[in-house]
Nanobody, 116 residues
Framework: QVQLVESGGGLVQAGGSLRLSCTAS????????MGWYRQAPGKQRDLVAR???????NYADSVKGRFTISRGNTKNSVYLQMSSLEPEDTAVYYC??????????WGQGTQVTVSL
């Protein structure tokens, strides 16, 4: 069973930065896609950013230019660098991994709170 462990969430003031980390129990290259979703209270879980095994990346329009997703040198970590944070970015952030032959795996989530 694949395990994804997120870290790096916390409380930050608007305009600040945070870096989220997601560490997988196996090489991230075994997945077709890895990325981050977020869910604010009372709202659906939405895609924030994803990175394909090819290295191609996609971002939600609301975070383009502010967030950057990347893979770590250890080949089992994915990062989300978040800058210019806004109160609207407050949510639980979930790491996910998708493999065509195995399906989708989720982390437990990490809380990001952005204050005014």
């Amino acid at each position: 069973q694949v395990q994804l462990v997120e870290s790096g969430g916390g409380l930050v003031q608007a305009g600040g930065s945070l870096r989220l980390s997601c560490t997988a129990s196996e090489s991230i290259l075994s997945f077709n896609v890895m990325g981050w979703y977020r869910q604010a209270p009372g709202k659906q879980r939405d895609l924030v950013a994803r990175i394909f095994s090819t290295g191609q990346t996609n971002y939600a329009d609301s975070v383009k230019g502010r967030f950057t997703i990347s893979r770590g040198n250890t080949k089992n970590s994915v990062y989300l660098q978040m800058s210019s944070l806004e109160p609207e970015d407050t949510a639980v952030y979930y790491c996910y991994a998708y493999a065509l032959t195995r399906g989708t795996y989720w982390g437990q989530g990490t809380q990001v709170t952005v204050s005014l």
